[in-house]
C-alpha cells in the first residue's frame, strides 16, 4: 500500500479554495490508494498546521492561533513531511509564485490556477521547469480558462509530435460577456445597449473585477497567451514582448477610482459604436481575442472583427473558446468550448491535476 499524499493548501478560504475543499472528498482514486490528507492550510493572515504532519482540519483555520511561517520556512516544514507533498496554491500573489522554484528544489509537487508564475518574465518560468524531477512534478490547468480542458490537451499535441501552427480563442470570461452583450451575432429585438451600459451591468453582477479597468487592459488575455505560447515552445520574454491593445479610452486612464471611471465611461461610447458598425456594414461582429501564431513566432492581443457564422461569434454567456490548429487536425482546428471562470470549474481543473500528481506519486 502507497504512503497517503501529504496536502498543503495555500490561500484555502478564497472562492477556488473553498470550492476545491467541498469537493476534495469525491476526487475518485485507483484502487487502494489512500486518500491525501490535508497538513497545512492558511489564508493571507492566519495558518494552521502540526509540527508532526498530523492532519488538520479546515474548520479550525478560523481560530489557529500558529505563528506565520515565511514561504522558506514553509518549504523547509514541507520538505520533511514524511509522505510525498503537495503544495496548491489558491492565491494569486506574486510572491508566493516566486517561490514555486524553492518549493519545487525541496521535493514539493505544486498544482495551482494561479497564472503569475507562468506568465512572469521568462526568467521564473525556466527556474520553475528546470526544477521539476519525478516527485517534484508542477500542473497548472487551471491557470487558463478554468477547469477547461486546455494546457493539458496543447500538452498533449506537442507530446505526442503534432506540430501546433497557431492557437486563437476568446480566453476571458469577462470580455466574452461583454462582446456577447454588446455585439450578438444574431440580432435580437430589444437593442443590446451602449458600452457603457454593458460595462456597468456586468460589474454590478461581479463578472468583473472591483475595478473593470482590470479586465479592459487586455492584461488578463496577454498572461494566458504567455502561457500558451510557452507552453507551445515559443521563448516569449514577458507581456511587453507583443501588442496588447487595452480598451480604457486614454483620457481615462488616470481616473482616479473605478467609479470616476464608470462616471466617464459613456463620454467613450462612440468609440466601441463605431467598432460595430465597421463590422457590421462587413458582416461581421467585433470580438476580444488572444491570438498565438506560433508558426510566426507572433502573439497578440486585441479586437478583431470576425464572421457571423463563426464559433467565436456565436459564444454565449461568459463562456471560453480556444481553437487548436495544428498539422494533424488540418484546416479544421481542435476546439474547446465552455464556462472558463467560475469557483467549482476553476477548483475542478485543481483537482483534476490533484488526481494526476496522486497516480504519478503514489
Ligand atoms: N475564480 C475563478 O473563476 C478563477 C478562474 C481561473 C483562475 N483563478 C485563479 O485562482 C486563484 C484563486 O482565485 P480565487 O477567486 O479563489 O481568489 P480569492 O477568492 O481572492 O482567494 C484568494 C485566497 O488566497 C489567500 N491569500 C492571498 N494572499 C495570500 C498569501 N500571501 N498567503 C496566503 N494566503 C493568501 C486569501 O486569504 P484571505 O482571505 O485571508 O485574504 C484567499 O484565501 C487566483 O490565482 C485566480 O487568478 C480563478
Ligand atoms: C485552493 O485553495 C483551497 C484552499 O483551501 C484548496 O482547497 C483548493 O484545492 C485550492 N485549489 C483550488 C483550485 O481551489
Ligand atoms: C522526494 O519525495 C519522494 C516522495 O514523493 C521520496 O520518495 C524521495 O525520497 C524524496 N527525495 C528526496 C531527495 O528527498
Redesign the pocket.
Known amino acids: 500500500m502507497s504512503k497517503p499524499i501529504s496536502l498543503a493548501i ?9 470550492a476545491f475543499l467541498a469537493a476534495l472528498p469525491s476526487i475518485v482514486l485507483p484502487p487502494s490508494t489512500p486518500r491525501p490528507q490535508l497538513i497545512f492550510l ?5 495558518q494552521l498546521y502540526n509540527k508532526d504532519y498530523s492532519p488538520v482540519s479546515p474548520e479550525d483555520l478560523a481560530s489557529s492561533s500558529s505563528p506565520l511561517l515565511s514561504l522558506p520556512d514553509l518549504a523547509k516544514y514541507l520538505s520533511t513531511s514524511p509522505n510525498p507533498t503537495v503544495l496548491v ?5 506574486q ?2 509564485a516566486e517561490a514555486y522554484p524553492l518549493f519545487l528544489k525541496s521535493n514539493i509537487s505544486i498544482i ?5 508564475a507562468f506568465s512572469s518574465p521568462l526568467p521564473l518560468w525556466n527556474a520553475i521547469f528546470s526544477a521539476v524531477t519525478r516527485t517534484a512534478l508542477v500542473y497548472h490547468e ?2 487558463v ?2 477547469g477547461l480542458p486546455i494546457i493539458s490537451t496543447l500538452n498533449d499535441l506537442v507530446r505526442t509530435g503534432d506540430q501546433v501552427t497557431r492557437i486563437e480563442g476568446v480566453f476571458s ?1 469577462t470580455m466574452s460577456f461583454l462582446f456577447n452583450t454588446f455585439a450578438p451575432a444574431s440580432e435580437s429585438a430589444s437593442s443590446p445597449g451602449k458600452w457603457s451600459e454593458i460595462v456597468g451591468k456586468a460589474k454590478a453582477a461581479g463578472y468583473t473585477e472591483p475595478d473593470p479597468r482590470d479586465d479592459l487592459n487586455g492584461m488578463d488575455v496577454a498572461r494566458k497567451c504567455v502561457i500558451l505560447a510557452r507552453c507551445a515552445g515559443l521563448k516569449v520574454e514577458s507581456t511587453s514582448s507583443f501588442p496588447i491593445q487595452s480598451l480604457i479610452p486614454s483620457a481615462l486612464e488616470s481616473a482616479s477610482s473605478a467609479d470616476e471611471f464608470m462616471q466617464k465611461l459613456p463620454n467613450h461610447d462612440d468609440e466601441m459604436e463605431s467598432y460595430k458598425t465597421e463590422a457590421k456594414k462587413q458582416g461581421k461582429v467585433v470580438r476580444y481575442v488572444g491570438k498565438v501564431d506560433v508558426e510566426n513566432n507572433k502573439v497578440s492581443v486585441g479586437l478583431e472583427m470576425v464572421d457571423q457564422g463563426s464559433p467565436i461569434a456565436g459564444l454565449k454567456g461568459s463562456d471560453n473558446l480556444i481553437c487548436f490548429y495544428t498539422k494533424r487536425y488540418g484546416s479544421n482546428p481542435l476546439v474547446v468550448q465552455g464556462a ?4 467549482e ?2 477548483a475542478m ?1 485543481v483537482l483534476a491535476d490533484l488526481v494526476k500528481v496522486i497516480e504519478r506519486l503514489g
Open positions: 495555500i490561500g484555502a478560504t478564497g472562492g477556488v479554495g473553498s492558511s489564508r493571507s493572515k492566519k496554491d489558491n492565491t494569486s500573489d510572491s508566493v495551482t490556477p494561479n497564472k503569475k487551471s491557470s480558462g478554468a470570461g472558463g471562470a467560475g469557483n470549474v476553476t481543473g
